[in-house]
């Protein structure tokens, strides 16, 4: 079955540190991944997506992604982070059509002054 | 270009009653899905329109839910009777087409709350 397991459902990091983002996912077929961030009262805004060949992805807002297909996994990299960038983040996979996601639960990123 | 645009933006009612909620999409595109995110879980699929036709309303959870997008352009979900276990946050988004090169647009989503 098609699921995505995000592990961390609240992390918080000072401004200018790094950050990882974990995920997960199950798929049986191709995957085509994507990662949205929603800001408190936005919609999920698209900052990366993977279809195929480089594995390593860059995204909007300075964000990238690697793809290991060894471990089925999809993670979400900054190397500084910004106040700004406090938001929830989803991970989610593709249908083979794009007619159908499956998201993660979120990681509510929180960012300390 | 205008965004995905969802109303109300909050709704409180009382278990047994009906709701309606809105989703207008972008103009131009063909394709609208609902999602639901429930306390704090995974968003999870609904249903997908192509223009008016349901393609695929396999995330329905049953029959109390029923979902119309009459000539193509705005769609509406409505829930009679709402359970409390209704409440929850409903997306609604849209796309050109099912390619890689058509993304999908989210709205704000609707809060529902159900008491």
């Known amino acids: 079955a098609q699921s995505v397991t995000q592990p961390d459902i609240h992390i918080t990091v000072s401004e200018g540190a790094s950050l990882e983002l974990r995920c997960n996912y199950s798929?049986?077929?191709?995957?085509?991944l994507f990662w949205y961030v929603q800001s408190p009262g936005q919609g999920l805004q698209l900052l990366l997506k993977?279809?195929?060949?480089?594995?390593l992805v860059q995204g909007i807002k300075g964000f990238e992604a690697e793809f290991k297909r060894s471990q089925s996994s999809f993670n979400l990299r900054k190397p500084s982070v910004h106040w700004s960038d406090a938001a929830e983040y989803f991970c989610a996979v593709g249908a083979w059509n794009f007619n159908k996601f499956y998201f993660g639960s979120g990681t509510k990123l929180n960012v300390k002054p | 270009e205008a965004g995905v645009t969802q109303f109300p933006s909050h709704s409180v009612i009382e278990k047994g009653q009906t709701v309606t909620l809105r989703c207008d999409p972008i103009s131009g595109h063909d394709n609208l899905y609902w999602y639901r995110r429930v306390m704090g879980k995974e968003i999870k699929f609904l249903l997908h329109?192509?223009?008016?036709?349901?393609?695929?309303e396999s995330g329905m959870p049953n029959n109390r839910f029923l979902a119309e997008r009459t000539g193509g352009t705005y769609s509406t979900l409505k829930v009679q009777p709402a359970e409390l276990e209704d409440s929850g946050v409903y997306f609604c988004a849209s796309s050109k087409g099912g390619s890689s090169n058509s993304p999908l647009h989210f709205g704000n989503g609707t809060r529902l709350t159900v008491t």
């Open positions: 329109f192509v223009k008016e036709s349901k393609q695929d």
């Open positions: 993977y279809f195929s060949g480089d594995t």
């Open positions: 798929y049986g077929a191709t995957p085509y």
